[in-house]
């Protein structure tokens, strides 16, 4: 038996089983249809009263000396030499 035996064999018991399983689905047809009253939706009986929140102004903070500034993106030498001065956090090793 050779690879082009074995997958016809294959798709045929395949085809044979798929065959068998829609058949005996639509040989099922007299099933018992579902209840009138059933609905698909959700229900809940607890009682939810809503609240009216009010918008609070924030105060200005002032930046202290060690604040960051940007969070804007730096260029490929400047990462390898903060990476080098161990100014940032990497997760794997990079060669440089």
């Known amino acids: 038996m050779n690879w082009i035996h074995f997958l016809l064999w294959v798709g045929g018991l395949y085809t044979l089983y798929y065959l068998a399983v829609?058949?005996?689905?639509?040989?099922?047809?007299?099933?018992?249809?579902?209840?009138k009253s059933f609905t698909n939706e959700l229900t809940f009986s607890e009682q939810v009263e809503t609240q009216r929140l009010e918008h609070k102004a924030e105060e200005e903070v002032k930046p202290t000396g060690n604040a960051m500034i940007a969070s804007g993106g730096v260029p490929i030498r400047e990462l390898f030499s903060l990476a080098r001065r161990e100014l940032i956090v990497y997760t794997k090793s990079v060669s440089y």
């Open 22 to 35: 829609i058949g005996i689905d639509v040989a099922g047809g007299n099933r018992t249809p579902a209840a």
